[in-house]
Structure formats: structure tokens, C-alpha cells
């Protein structure tokens, strides 16, 4: 199966940039989705397709993905941004859908 | 909008069974352009994928739980269903059905997610 690696935690100031990072053995060469989960609530889709954004979703989201590392950019952070984020890939190669391990986004 | 909705037990006897289902409205399990899948979270953790169906039937499973999943579809009733056999606390969870896109293969739509807890 096709490992992601995603730092357990982040803080961040309001207003600030936060990068959430996503590791994985070339993942430049798959799609990588991110999703927002706040406490008991099921996950949303924030970007998928490496960059794309769903609508509804602010353009204060955006993603970029290149070699070994996928990035999920949250800019001029908000309160409401609090919450765990996971990245998503699907390795073709095992026909294993895998997730991150989850980053849990703390706004100061 | 295709909505997808997780119904079953909240309550199975450890080495017993867990049976769910998810039905699918505002849209068909016989489209190509997406397929279905279970997804489950244990208290505190993080995202697990259980396995997939597609239009065609067929499956593809985590290989930490193969032995013990299987998942199916019944089109006439627009739902697909999950079985996981001989569950430990291990198995204690939220599970999530979901519509993934053949195209890409992100999550469409989620479920709301029913816990699940193994106890005796």
C-alpha cells in the first residue's frame, strides 16, 4: 500500500499563512485531494485534483503538488479554518485508495 | 445532488458480524462516472479506507482488512452494503459510505457517519 505522511500538527495566527505538507514516494505523479474535518462532522472536500476547489469552497484555499511533497495553502487563516485536514491519493499501482495520517490545524 | 446515507447496528458483539448499508438518492449505482466506497475513522484517529465497488460489481479492498471485508451492491434498491466479520474492539469506529469519482478518484459526497462500537 501507498504511504502518506502528513505532520500531526500546525498553529497558526489569524490572518497568517498556513502550509499543510503531504509526503509520498513520487506523489507528484498522482492527484492528490484534501479534505477539512471539524469535530463530529463527516470530511469536505476542499481541493481535489491537486488545485482545484470545489465550489462554495474560499479562494483563500489552494493546493500544489511536485515531486515527493503535495501542499495544501490555507492564506489569511480564520478561526473557522480550525479543524483536522487529510490528504488523498489513489495508487493505481496497488489499487489502494490512501489517506494521510490527518494535521490538525490550531488557530492562536 | 447525489446524497449518500449509512444505516445499521451502532452496537455488534465482538467475533460477530458488522452489517451496514448505504442508500443512495438522487442518483443511480449503475452510473460509470462514479463508484462507492466505505471509509471508517476509530475514536480520535484518522481516515481508514475499507474497500470500493464499481458500476460493474467489482471490488478492491485494504489489504489490512481483505480476508475479513466484502462489499456489494443491490442497483434495484440503490444502495450498496458492507460486511466485516469477526469484529474486535479494533473495529470500533465511525464509518462513512461515500461516492467517489471514476475520474480522478476523490470523494464526491460523504455520509453523515454511524459509529459503530464493538462491545460485549
Known amino acids: 500500500s501507498y504511504v502518506l505522511t502528513q505532520p500531526p500538527s500546525l498553529s497558526v495566527s489569524p490572518g497568517e499563512t498556513a502550509g499543510i505538507t503531504c509526503g509520498g514516494n513520487n506523489i507528484g505523479s498522482k492527484s492528490v485531494h484534501w479534505y477539512q474535518q471539524k469535530p463530529g462532522q463527516a470530511p469536505v472536500r476542499v481541493i481535489y485534483?491537486?488545485?482545484e476547489r470545489p465550489s462554495g469552497i474560499p479562494d483563500r484555499f489552494s493546493g500544489s503538488n511536485s515531486g515527493n511533497t503535495a501542499t495544501l495553502t490555507i492564506s489569511r487563516v480564520e478561526a473557522g479554518d480550525e479543524a483536522d485536514y487529510y490528504c488523498q491519493v489513489w495508487d493505481s499501482r496497488s489499487d489502494y485508495l490512501a489517506f494521510g495520517g490527518g494535521t490538525k490545524l490550531t488557530v492562536l | 445532488q447525489v446524497q449518500v446515507q449509512e444505516s445499521g447496528p451502532g452496537l455488534v458483539k465482538p467475533a460477530e458480524t458488522l452489517s451496514l448499508t448505504c442508500s443512495v438518492s438522487?442518483?443511480?449505482?449503475?452510473?460509470?462516472?462514479?463508484?462507492w466506497g466505505w471509509i471508517r475513522q476509530p475514536p480520535g484517529k484518522g481516515l481508514e479506507w475499507i474497500g470500493s465497488?464499481?458500476?460493474?460489481?467489482?471490488?478492491h479492498y485494504n489489504p489490512s482488512l481483505k480476508i475479513r471485508v466484502s462489499i456489494n451492491t443491490d442497483t434495484s434498491k440503490n444502495k450498496f452494503f458492507l460486511k466485516l466479520t469477526s469484529v474486535t474492539a479494533a473495529d470500533t469506529g465511525v464509518y462513512y459510505c461515500?461516492?467517489?469519482?471514476?475520474?480522478?478518484?476523490?470523494?464526491?459526497?460523504w455520509g453523515q457517519g454511524i459509529l459503530v462500537t464493538v462491545s460485549s
Open positions: 465497488v464499481y458500476f460493474s460489481g467489482s471490488t
Open positions: 438522487g442518483g443511480s449505482t449503475t452510473r460509470s462516472d462514479y463508484y
Open positions: 485534483l491537486d488545485s
Open positions: 461515500a461516492r467517489i469519482a471514476s475520474t480522478g478518484n476523490y470523494l464526491l459526497s
